[in-house]
């Protein structure tokens, strides 16, 4: 069966905080319910907590890293879910039960298995 991210994008906040326990009570209830499907996820620290890595010259050169996020949005990566599903139709109706897409957003992409034929 074939494998999809589930991306989420929300205000770039830090999950951990007690204020956000009745959002976080939503991605429980969210996970119990999908909980056949889901392969893996979590929620991310903010973006503030980021170390983008570029390698200068290419394979081999330079290792550079910065702090922060690539870019700067008001919506941030937030977190993320593995689902197994049948097909995109599937995922993108599970993707609109994320509690991400309800104030911000959720992007869906197949997943290509290393190793295996795509």
């Known amino acids: ?7 989420t994008y929300t205000v770039d906040v830090d999950w951990s905080d007690p204020q956000y326990a009745e959002e976080m009570k939503d991605y429980r209830e969210f996970g119990e319910a999908a909980a056949a499907v ?3 996820g979590h929620a991310l620290y903010p973006s503030a907590t ?5 390698v200068s010259g290419g394979k081999g050169g330079d290792v550079i890293t ?3 996020p690539y870019a700067e949005t008001k919506e941030a990566l937030t977190g993320f879910y593995l689902l197994e599903c049948a097909d995109l139709d599937e995922a993108v ?3 609109a039960r994320i509690p991400a897409a309800w104030n911000g957003a959720v992007e869906v992409r197949p997943v290509l298995e290393f190793g295996q034929d795509s």
């Open 66 to 68: 910065s702090d922060g």
């Open 38 to 40: 889901i392969r893996g």
């Open 93 to 95: 109706a599970l993707a």
């Open 50 to 54: 980021a170390t983008t890595v570029r």
């Open 1 to 7: 069966m074939p494998s999809y991210i589930a991306l």
